[in-house]
């Protein structure tokens, strides 16, 4: 019997959700596999349906669009595992990764979760960005270097935002803590990966393999106004961890209003990238570069939408 499931969700990923199901099924320890759709609007079903023969893989579609968070407490509860590991429908695992995962979580009595490292294969304007990125010296992603281990000591980091999870798809944890915290919070568009975690390092430590054993697939810039939301649900449900914090307040409310000013800039919005620029306390030499970097990739991201839309309105015109 499998000792692991694997959930996976999906949300629009006909040209990946076969890729990242297939990784499941090429691991090296034999998992249940609970595929949760988001209720797609393109062919992501079809893909979904070629896999109705496998008996170890459940089939689920919620009937409306609930979001990320949803998908994946859908895949929890429908769990039988004494552990669960996530992969979003755009990624795929290393065909060894759950069986070094669960060597390590093992070999700790205290851990109730387990990440590791991870590449990233980035495409449209994320690989733009990243290009821009190493020419100035900036790393992006998962930069190497030693990974934290750790309990409720690495809140701290987490609240600002100073620990690279790489997302849920490089975790693997106990399912019943997961009961025990209640899942993922239903209401967060981003940051779920780091809400989720805090509450689950209350309850043991988060240990770490050494290796890269996932590959997340990037071809879109974040929204701003669900990156907003996202923050603005953070900084108050964890408004007493933040005020305990070893880091201060300001330490941690500065480096949200940088990761939200360069999610602007980036996004082409530049009146507020610098409006929220202008509330961090103070601005190091790398900041400044930071944020021109930002514009550059926000030029760009202007320039291909008004490509985007000129080629729209062109093809319309030469149809008619």
């Given at each position: ?7 996976v ?9 076969q ?7 090429a ?32 089939i ?71 290009i821009?990125?190493?020419?100035l010296g ?13 309990g409720?000591?690495?809140i ?6 100073d ?14 803590v997961?009961?025990e915290?209640?899942?993922f919070?239903?209401?967060?568009p ?24 996932v ?5 879109g ?46 996004n ?44 729209y ?8």
């Amino acid at each position: 019997m499998s000792e692991v499931t694997a959930v996976v969700t999906t949300y629009n990923s006909e040209g990946s959700a076969q890729r990242a199901i297939n990784s499941v099924l090429a691991q090296t320890i034999d998992c249940e596999i609970i595929v949760v759709d988001d209720a797609s609007t393109d062919e992501t079903m079809a893909v979904l349906q070629e896999y109705n023969t496998h008996s170890n893989i459940k089939i689920i579609r919620h009937s409306e669009n609930k979001g990320g968070s949803a998908a994946r407490n859908t895949g929890i509860k429908n769990s039988s595992t004494k552990y669960i590991a996530l992969l979003d429908g755009d990624d795929l695992w290393n065909p060894t990764k759950i069986q070094h995962q669960l060597e390590r979580i093992k070999s700790d009595n205290s851990a109730v979760a387990v990440y590791c490292d991870y590449s990233n294969i980035l495409q449209g304007i994320p690989k733009v960005r990243n290009i821009l990125a190493k020419s100035l010296g900036f790393q992006s992603g998962n930069n190497g270097g030693p990974r934290p281990e750790g309990g409720v000591e690495l809140i701290p980091h987490i609240l600002s935002m100073d620990f690279d999870l790489g997302g849920s798809s490089t975790l693997l944890f106990e399912r019943t803590v997961v009961d025990e915290i209640g899942g993922f919070d239903e209401r967060f568009p981003r940051h779920q990966d780091w809400e989720f975690l805090i509450r689950l390092l209350k309850k043991g430590r988060l240990v770490h393999v050494d290796q890269e054993l996932v590959v997340k697939y990037e071809d879109g810039l974040h929204s701003i106004e669900s990156v907003k939301m996202a923050k603005f649900l953070f900084l108050d449900k964890f408004e007493i961890d933040i005020n305990a914090s070893k880091k201060s307040r300001r330490e941690i409310l500065d480096s949200h209003y940088r990761h939200l000013a360069m999610v602007c800039l980036q996004n082409g919005k530049f009146q507020q990238g610098i409006k929220y620029l202008l509330k961090k306390s103070k601005l190091s030499p790398n900041e400044i570069l930071f944020a021109l970097w930002s514009l550059i990739v926000g030029f760009y991201t202007r320039i291909v939408h008004i490509y985007t839309y000129f080629a729209y309105q062109m093809n319309r015109i030469l149809r008619q």
